[in-house]
């Protein structure tokens, strides 16, 4: 059904959007002081990375704007998702960025390579990378608990903020990041059998459970309601999982060069992957499952056609991006 809709450019799309969230996360890290730790903080924010968590917090609010708010001019409806969603799209950046530097730590996958350029542990030293972080993982608390928008119910706001810590904490990145750490003996051991569903289960937290909060937030703050965020968020997870089964199978089949971080490293370390558990034809087949059930639950949604497209978009690129 996607597929015949009229033109739609989807690099424009992304461009346009990509300005306003790096305008906005440089305004949110002009600090000053302690300067190394700016510096390694937007060392890591602004250094880079594909934006897919903003974008697909941005076009969810979009594409429940424009649905909610029907007879609006496009560019109206765009601009006016986009002020009530740019904040929460940058402060999930931000937070991404955190998970990214501590997760190249000695102490986690030990990375010196991220971006197409050192790791931030590698120019600022542990110590700073840390603290970064840390740093980074309270900023965008911050940055919501200051968002106004002309009719934005602080309870929303609420409700964003309860779900931001939700996708972070035990239950979410952490707990999938000491999954992850606890498969490889890194902390502690976990002795369990490994079948598909806890792999996913593992997946779903330290990859998934952001990306879901990607387009729950984008589409609670433009005010969907209780049936559109459980068919996005349905359709995010599976983005989610499509996302972690293509970064297993770039890590054992890409270069440096096209990836921008060290390929290999997940055999190196004993990962648990869906490549290393099933191999890598069963990974490919396993995406393109995944980009089938997502492609069916957009298309299912009863949301206008070009209300989704940047969706769809988004599901084909996390399924077939190089980096
Ligand atoms: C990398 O995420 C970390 C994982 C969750 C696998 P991205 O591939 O989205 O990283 P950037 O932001 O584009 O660098
Ligand atoms: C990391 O997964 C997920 C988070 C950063 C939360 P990976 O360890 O596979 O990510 P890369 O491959 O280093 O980007
Ligand atoms: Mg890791
Ligand atoms: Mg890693
Ligand atoms: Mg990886």
New binding site residues.
Partial sequence: MLDTCPAFDFQQYLSDRRSCVEERLAQYLNGSEPATLLESMRYSVLGGGKRLRAMLCLAAAEAVWQTTHKGLPAASSASQALEVALPCACAIEIV?AM??I???LPVM?N?DF?RGRPANHKVFGDAMALLAGDALLVLPFEILAQHRAPGLEPSILLDVVAKLAAALGAEG?VG??TI?LQLTGQAGNLQVDLDVSRLEGMHRR??GA?LRFSVWSGSRLAGADRETLAMLSRWAEVLGLAF?VR??LL?ATSTREVLG?TPG??AAAN?ITWVSLFGLDRAQQRLQELELEGKALLTDSGLPISALQPLDAMLAWAVHRHN
């Fill in positions: 991404h998970s990214l501590h997760d190249d996958d990375d991220r990145l999938g990041q992850d330290k990859t952001l972690q970064d297993d890590d971080k490293k997940d990962k």
